[in-house]
């Protein structure tokens, strides 16, 4: 005998003509007649092979084998009841624990001294981040979203762009006093000026030098002694004067603000970098994901505050 959806409603009908204590008050109770209330308990008889009710004209009673059978299925069906309540709870309610795969740069600088906020609003959410230069296989890590920058080729997840942020050419106002400030793109090439190179963790691949302003379009091929994959090391060598680097302005705020760092190229104002919120699917999103998506969102527009 299998168990299927017949069986549990059939387990339903039963466990409201006890409570009700008559086929009628079951019927009334559960949107039905009478008489599909009678067709659905002998159904559930024929299945499990036992009487379950002694039936006269004026009251039913639970037989042994019926009464039996119904001590045995009302702490399951009260279990199943406590299971959907809790799944639907945890659809609506901002609680129990959310895994976030996070860039470190994002982390660091623009998520973690605001993520107090956040946990506040929501004490009962745990929030476990997970800071790495990766995405990883965001589903079989049993993350529950990622927070990355640049474009993802996967397919099979679901993709919020939070924002485009701009991508400046920069340097110390050291390294222009000793090499000069090149005047346009095209001088970086020269041999008196030193480019940083990044390599893409992700990809493996060195970026490409762009500059774009309206439909217009420059790409540079630009070599350099020092290749570095960590937006925390690019920064740093470039604050020091080592040499001119391509950085995303998200991030870089207060540096350019307090003339730390020099926009090379203003003319050149529009070429962008997106970050992205990635996560398995749209369908049902759990409320939790929702205000930490929302909280993202939020923070992005925000002044950085810089530790």
């Given at each position: 005998m299998a168990f299927d959806e017949r069986m549990l409603k059939g387990m339903g009908v039963l466990t409201a003509v006890v409570?009700?204590?008559?086929?009628?008050?079951a019927a009334e109770a559960l949107d039905m007649s009478p008489s599909g209330v009678s067709r659905a308990i002998v159904r559930l008889e024929n299945r499990l092979g036992i009487r379950l009710f002694e039936r006269t004209t004026r009251s039913i009673a639970l037989t042994d084998e019926g009464q039996r059978f119904y001590t045995q299925i009302?702490?399951?069906?009260?279990?199943?009841?406590?299971?959907?309540?809790?799944?639907?709870?945890?659809?609506?309610?901002?609680?129990?624990?959310?895994?976030v795969?996070?860039?470190?740069?994002?982390?660091?600088?623009?998520?973690?001294?605001?993520?107090?906020?956040?946990?506040?609003?929501?004490?009962?959410?745990?929030?476990?981040?997970?800071?790495?230069?990766?995405?990883?296989?965001?589903?079989?890590?049993?993350f529950d979203l990622a927070i990355?920058?640049?474009?993802?080729?996967?397919?099979?997840?679901?993709?919020?762009?939070?924002?485009d942020t701009r991508i400046l050419t920069v340097a110390s106002p050291a390294y222009i006093t000793e090499h000069g400030k090149p005047m346009s793109p095209d001088e970086l090439s020269s041999p008196r000026h030193?480019?940083?190179?990044?390599?893409?963790?992700?990809?493996?691949?060195?970026?490409?030098?762009?500059?774009?302003?309206?439909?217009?379009?420059?790409s540079l091929n630009l070599q350099g002694q020092l290749i570095v994959n960590n937006v925390g090391t690019l920064h740093g060598t470039c604050l020091a004067g080592y040499g001119i680097a391509q950085i995303m302005e998200l991030g870089a705020e207060q540096l350019l603000a307090e003339g730390k760092l020099v926009d090379l190229f203003p003319?050149?104002?529009?070429?962008?970098?997106p970050l992205y919120a990635l996560y398995p699917s749209r369908t049902y999103l759990p409320a939790k994901i929702s205000a930490f998506l929302n909280f993202v969102s939020a923070i992005v527009t925000e002044p950085v505050i810089r530790t």
């Amino acid at each position: 005998m299998a168990f299927d959806e017949r069986m549990l409603k059939g387990m339903g009908v039963l466990t409201a003509v006890v409570k009700g204590g008559s086929f009628a008050t079951a019927a009334e109770a559960l949107d039905m007649s009478p008489s599909g209330v009678s067709r659905a308990i002998v159904r559930l008889e024929n299945r499990l092979g036992i009487r379950l009710f002694e039936r006269t004209t004026r009251s039913i009673a639970l037989t042994d084998e019926g009464q039996r059978f119904y001590t045995q299925i009302v702490p399951l069906l009260a279990g199943l009841e406590e299971a959907t309540a809790c799944a639907i709870d945890g659809r609506n309610s901002v609680r129990g624990r959310l895994r976030v795969n996070v860039h470190p740069f994002f982390s660091r600088l623009i998520l973690g001294p605001r993520l107090g906020q956040f946990l506040k609003q929501h004490p009962d959410l745990q929030v476990e981040l997970s800071t790495r230069e990766e995405l990883g296989d965001l589903v079989a890590e049993g993350f529950d979203l990622a927070i990355r920058f640049g474009e993802h080729r996967s397919s099979t997840l679901v993709a919020r762009k939070l924002l485009d942020t701009r991508i400046l050419t920069v340097a110390s106002p050291a390294y222009i006093t000793e090499h000069g400030k090149p005047m346009s793109p095209d001088e970086l090439s020269s041999p008196r000026h030193t480019c940083i190179q990044f390599r893409s963790p992700e990809t493996g691949k060195l970026f490409t030098w762009e500059f774009q302003r309206g439909n217009e379009i420059k790409s540079l091929n630009l070599q350099g002694q020092l290749i570095v994959n960590n937006v925390g090391t690019l920064h740093g060598t470039c604050l020091a004067g080592y040499g001119i680097a391509q950085i995303m302005e998200l991030g870089a705020e207060q540096l350019l603000a307090e003339g730390k760092l020099v926009d090379l190229f203003p003319e050149w104002p529009d070429e962008r970098f997106p970050l992205y919120a990635l996560y398995p699917s749209r369908t049902y999103l759990p409320a939790k994901i929702s205000a930490f998506l929302n909280f993202v969102s939020a923070i992005v527009t925000e002044p950085v505050i810089r530790t």
